[in-house]
């Protein structure tokens, strides 16, 4: 399959290993031909579905005949009755998105401040908390919760999504910050605790922009989580108005005359922000999110 | 940064009570800080997550709601899909990742530029992503219809019309979407392995499959269990998966027990019931989630 570099080296090898190499080489080239297939397919099948004028949808082709941006630019100027308020719902999910990430980074830190910095008695028993809210699986809360915040009569309001968001992301950012907080000496909060600081001051002024990076982590953790998490958001959000766009693309689902070109640029739309930002912050969140990015 | 090695070891560190003898009583307007910063959290906790519970125990304390259960088909059926999705989604998934993350560790420019492309289903969110795998699946517009008879000239089935068939949808995007997810995971914990000991296994001409089998598997057996165990968990309560790819389709028959409890209770209109069907999946749990505290208690990280 590929060639090998022949420097002057390689020529006496013996063509018996050159042969296993190149197999090798080629078997490894296989699985990546595969890997790529396998991610790149339902991808594929967005872009081609958006890309397809409308009334060619329901077609058979492998790729559009005739590709147009038609349907990008109708969910741009909201052309479409169903996506008459896109734009909004999309401001609605930065909205949620925005806000889980402030609160989340607001409580976790400073409950992790106070559970490991200033050791807290019993801090232990929020910590195992947060770690059981981790370990059992959201869904499982729904129907009570939805019902909570009937009773509050909080339905179809983003704070009460934002509740739900802020709830399940902080147990992940306990963790995170109490493991990242080990590698900042304690030594340094002593010192400060000398000069006179308050507490407040040491929390401000040397806890945070010390933990900066773990931060960030949780920070796009928590964006993502908001982004992607879709129950709480299908089961609080009721009127077209106060929904997000990920309640919005799955209504689509359920309506008998499905625009599904619309649907997919809407779609390829609002993926747009989670993937630039994991790409751009890649390297900062590979280690933090890589124990805990799933929970959905 | 915690480093990816240490989190994916399963260390998430729980300070426990810590040793006490190095600690000085918190001096009284400290002591009333450190309770002030744990308020906002504890309120959290006690409000979304302790009264909900509560209230669900007791929405769903009445036992006759569990005899409705077991004399609905609709519940059996359900229980056999969420077990099928789950250990199948799962193993499979886990395995995949395993074998996956061992190919990404090799030293090619092109297998790092195709790393960052494979991680696309994951910083994918999950609404797009089975959005786009029902459209594909829907039938003889869908593309992997089209696709068959394009390539093969295969008349291709109606996948949402059987049973076995959508809910193998929906195994099958559940793994698309988060096989990525696990394999950095496992990546991470390839890395951390030091060099040496491929090294030595090397000179003991163990390589290739023995590699795997005498070096790589007991050094990640640890890391392999609890995240099997964690994913568990979550897939056990994942509702998004099939209630977009398949949506219980056909006649609720590829329901799980997250998407049916939703079902009875906002469809059929009986939270109690809803909240019952979920509960049910507690002998699982609790077990699971034990074992899974535990270890993700120990502090020491296992490579």
Not at chain 1, 19 to 47: C, D, H, Q, S
Not at chain 2, 76 to 102: E, Q
Request: positive net charge; glycine residues 6%; contains cysteine.
């Amino acid at each position: 399959m590929t060639a090998q570099p022949m420097d002057g080296g390689t020529v006496r090898r013996r063509p018996r290993y050159r042969l296993r190499r190149n197999l090798k080489e080629a078997a490894a080239l296989a699985v990546g031909v595969l890997v790529l297939i396998w991610t790149l397919v339902p991808l594929y099948n967005m872009v081609a579905v958006a890309l397809e004028k409308h009334g060619n949808v329901f077609s058979n082709d492998i790729w559009p005949k005739q590709p147009s941006l038609e349907s990008f630019w109708i969910v741009f100027t909201q052309g479409y009755w169903y996506l008459a308020d896109f734009w909004h719902q999309f401001g609605n999910s930065l909205y949620v998105g925005v806000a889980t990430v402030v609160l989340t980074l607001l409580i976790g830190s400073l409950a992790s401040f106070s559970i490991s910095r200033m050791r807290i008695r019993h801090g232990w028993v929020l910590s195992n908390a947060a770690l059981m809210t981790y370990v059992i699986p959201s869904s499982f809360l729904a129907i009570p919760f939805y019902r909570i915040m009937q009773n509050y009569g909080l339905t179809n309001n983003l704070w009460s999504v934002i509740a739900a968001e802020v709830t399940f992301a902080t147990p992940y950012a306990i963790f995170i910050f109490q493991q990242y907080g080990v590698s900042i000496p304690r030594e340094l909060d002593e010192a400060a605790r000398i000069d006179g600081a308050s507490p407040v001051q040491i929390y401000w002024r040397i806890y945070l922009p010390l933990m900066a990076p773990a931060l960030v982590a949780v920070g796009t953790y928590a964006l993502l989580l908001a982004w992607n998490e879709y129950l709480y958001q299908y089961l609080l959000l009721s009127s077209s108005r106060n929904m997000t766009v990920a309640v919005a693309l799955a209504q689509f689902l359920n309506s008998d005359e499905a625009p599904w070109n619309y649907m997919m640029a809407s779609a390829i739309i609002y993926a747009v922000p989670p993937v630039a930002i994991y790409y751009i912050c890649r390297r900062r969140m590979t280690a933090g999110l890589t124990m805990g990015g799933v929970k959905g | 940064m915690p480093t990816p090695q240490a989190l994916a070891a399963g260390s998430i560190a729980v300070s426990r009570p810590g040793p006490p003898r190095w600690r000085l009583p918190l001096p009284g307007s400290e002591l009333a800080w450190a309770i002030a910063f744990v308020i906002p959290y504890a309120a959290v906790f006690l409000a979304f997550v302790v009264y909900p519970v509560a209230y669900g125990l007791s929405l769903a304390r009445d036992p006759s709601l569990y005899v409705d259960l077991v004399s609905d088909p609709l519940y059996a059926r359900t229980v056999i899909n969420t077990l099928l999705f789950v250990a199948l989604g799962v193993n499979v998934k886990m395995f995949l990742a395993l074998l996956v993350s061992g190919f990404f560790m090799r030293r090619r420019w092109w297998i790092r530029a195709l790393l960052v492309v494979y991680i696309l289903p994951w910083a994918l969110p999950s609404v797009p992503a089975f959005v786009s795998f029902h459209w594909m699946l829907i039938g003889e517009y869908g593309f992997l219809d089209s696709l068959l008879s394009a390539l093969f000239g295969i008349e291709g089935p109606i996948w949402f019309n059987d049973r076995w068939l959508a809910l193998g949808a929906d195994v099958v995007s559940y793994i698309w979407k988060w096989l990525p997810f696990w394999t950095l995971v496992f990546l991470a914990g390839r890395m951390a392995i030091p060099r040496e000991i491929y090294d030595a296994a090397d000179v003991d001409g163990a390589t290739g499959p023995r590699r795997f089998l005498h070096v790589v598997y007991p050094l990640l057996a640890n890391m392999y269990l609890v995240c099997t165990l964690l994913s568990t968990l979550w897939t056990i309560g994942d509702f998004t998966t099939v209630s977009l790819v398949s949506g219980g389709a056909p006649a609720r028959s590829s329901e799980v027990l997250a998407t049916l409890g939703i079902h009875y209770a906002f469809d059929v209109g009986v939270p109690s019931l809803g909240v019952a069907a979920v509960l049910s999946a507690l002998p699982v749990l609790i077990p699971v989630a034990a074992i899974l505290m535990r270890r993700l208690q120990m502090r020491e990280v296992q490579l």
